[in-house]
């Protein structure tokens, strides 16, 4: 085995560990990651001539790189991830566990010799800004110069972390080879004691990208919980009003289900005077600020957005994004090498698809694989806020809990208050997309959008959600949205994507005391004339539709919610069980209608 001589660093742990990994994976050589343009460059040559990457039309896309992944690993993998407390109890009911002995020992085998005729490449990286007190500091080993290259677009990486680690032990251990890539020895297990990720037999995304979904929602969800703040599944956005004033919204939305386009969102045109502008679009870190507010802040440095449905018309600021110096994973390729997917205008000619065979318009199947991705750096969105870079994070005025719903769920519902916000967030049920493996449309229970994410038992984590209301002065208030109601014929009712901007208006005017609202049994709903309908050319009649609390629709929620609630077992938090309560005796006190 060669170590590559020039070592980065002098961290004597972290050199014992790589060592120690080393051993167990035999790799070739192993690279330690500066960071550096140069590098970029190096790594990405190596891996054009590995046929890993393909370079894409440098006129039309200059700067960008095309890659398809094995068609066994598409997607998030839940069924074959892992919380492994010292105690089944530890990880909860909402999480697969597995014993740590055991995680470390069949995952070992599995490790043993992986990287045999391959390079190991040491990944420090940093999630956060380097100044910030949020920052948290991780080390992937992998032997996939795709993750590398992912890695140094999603994350901070190389000398800046090694800079700010110091000779310091605490950071994060993240073990992640692609194996065989065989999904019967596929498994991403967090050790939360350990602090502690290994993942193998997977390339793709959140499954091998450790700094995003392992360590910056599962593990520091388990840390946010012992010090008191919170990792949330969350995109972050910045609107300014015409009169120049400054309100910060976080939205927790499941995978594939409208946080990049929100993050984005390019108002209509009647709203002359409003700046949108991105600040995260997948993950939030949030802690109660000297003066009692919530503050957030986005802990990645670019971002790994779904490609199809993404165009000029429903996201022109990704478009922009995407021009150059992107990598394209699973999507469709023109005959002069351009990208396409579904939701782009109709292409000229015939396409290679996802898997590398031809294609052409009117194809049963997809030319892009649902859950095929672009990953871009920070700096290429144009409406990027320069907030997204503040050490401090930025004041929160509204958190949004939303899903894809086709009945029940309102377009826009204020809660009461905090408690009945969490319970709103906690009972959030939304139909699956072709971000995980599996079933497409079921609605599951996804409580803050978390259900895959939250690091220890389900329970506990509201309670630590109902506990954070007691840190703060001045708590953001918190909505349920549902952009995705349908009709009878299973036609949107609401258009959404821009026009969605009505609905954070009115969430604004609520923060500022200036909109009303009509009190329900379930929440504050607006009338159709509290909503900003200037220049809205969709019908009315169907906004009514959208924004209606159904009676029976919602006893037959409430009933979902109970099951639910019992199903996380008795560490659900009594004034969660009571809420679920008074909202059911409400609406049955209404009597039948
Ligand atoms: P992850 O990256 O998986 O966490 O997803 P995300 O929540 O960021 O979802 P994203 O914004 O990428 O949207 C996923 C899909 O939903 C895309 O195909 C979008 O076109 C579609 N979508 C987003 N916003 C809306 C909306 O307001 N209305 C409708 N109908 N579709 C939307
Ligand atoms: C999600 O599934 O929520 C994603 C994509 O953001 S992944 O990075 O694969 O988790
Ligand atoms: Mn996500």
Not at 200 to 226: D, E, P, Q
Not at 245 to 263: R, V
Not at 271 to 283: E, N, Q, V
Request: with cysteine.
């Amino acid at each position: 085995m060669v170590i590559a001589k020039e070592r980065a660093t002098a961290n004597r742990h972290l050199l014992d560990w790589v060592d120690e990994m080393a051993r167990l994976c035999t790799p070739d050589q192993v690279y330690w990651c500066d960071g550096s343009e140069e590098e970029r460059r190096r790594l990405t040559d190596e891996a054009v001539a590995a046929g890993v990457l393909i370079p894409l039309n440098d006129e039309k896309r200059p700067g960008s790189y095309y890659s398809r992944s094995n068609p066994n690993d598409v997607a998030r993998t839940e069924e074959l991830t892992f919380i492994c407390t010292p105690t089944k109890e530890g990880a909860g009911r909402t999480n697969n566990w597995m014993a740590p002995d055991e995680a470390y020992r069949r995952l070992g085998e599995i490790f043993r010799g992986a990287m045999k005729g391959r390079t190991m490449y040491v990944i420090p990286y940093l999630m956060g800004v380097p100044e910030s007190p949020f920052a948290m500091i991780g080390v992937e080993l992998t032997d996939s110069v795709y993750v590398v290259l992912n890695m140094r677009i999603m994350a901070r990486i190389g000398n800046v972390a090694l800079e700010r680690l110091g000779s310091s032990d605490r950071f994060n251990r993240g073990l992640h080879s692609v194996a065989d890539c065989d999904p019967a020895r596929r498994f991403i297990c967090h050790f939360p004691q350990d602090d502690t990720i290994w993942s193998v037999g997977s390339g793709y995304g959140g499954n091998a990208l450790l700094g995003k979904k392992c360590l910056s929602l599962r593990i520091a969800s388990y840390h946010a919980r012992g010090q008191g703040w919170l990792a949330e599944h969350m995109m972050l956005l910045e609107a300014e009003t015409p009169q120049g004033e400054k309100h910060y919204i976080a939205g927790a939305f499941p995978s594939a289900s409208g946080k990049t386009n929100l993050a984005m969102i390019v108002p209509p045109p009647a709203f002359k005077g409003w700046t949108m502008r991105t600040i995260g679009d997948d993950i939030a870190w949030m802690r109660v600020g000297a003066d009692g507010r919530l503050y957030a802040a986005n802990p990645e440095a670019g971002f790994f957005g779904v490609a199809p449905g993404t165009n000029y018309h429903t996201n022109p600021t990704a478009m922009k994004m995407v021009e150059h110096d992107t990598i394209f994973t699973n999507v469709a390729l023109t005959p002069d090498m351009d990208i396409w997917w579904e939701g782009m205008d109709p292409p000229e000619g015939e396409l290679v698809d996802w898997r590398g065979r031809p294609w052409t318009p009117g194809a049963k199947e997809p030319a892009a694989h649902p859950n095929s991705r672009f990953t871009a750096p920070m700096e290429n969105n144009p409406a990027l806020s320069r907030e997204a870079q503040d050490p401090n994070g930025v004041p929160i005025s509204a958190i949004l809990f939303g899903g894809r719903r086709s009945t029940t769920i309102p377009l826009v519902v204020e809660s009461f208050n905090w408690t009945h916000g969490v319970y709103l967030g906690a009972t959030a049920g939304a139909e699956t997309t072709a971000a995980i493996t599996g079933a497409v449309g079921r609605i599951r229970r996804d409580p803050m959008a978390m259900l895959a994410f939250i690091g220890y038992d389900a329970g506990d984590y509201f309670a630590h959600w109902l506990a954070m209301f007691g840190r703060m002065k001045r708590p953001p208030k918190i909505f349920l949205v549902n952009w995705f109601r349908k009709d009878g014929d299973g036609r949107y009712l609401w258009p959404g994507y821009g026009e969605n901007m009505r609905v954070l208006q009115w969430i604004i005017d609520r923060c500022e005391g200036r909109a009303s609202a009509m009190e329900t049994p379930i929440g504050l709903v607006p009338r159709i004339g509290d909503l900003d309908l200037r220049g809205f050319d969709g019908k009315t009649a169907n906004v009514e539709r959208a924004l209606r609390v159904d009676e029976d629709e919602w006893r037959r929620e409430l009933e979902e919610h109970r099951k639910w609630l019992d199903q996380l077992g008795d560490r659900v938090p009594e004034p969660l069980r009571l809420q679920h309560r008074l909202l059911a005796s409400s609406l049955e006190a209404l009597g039948p209608r």
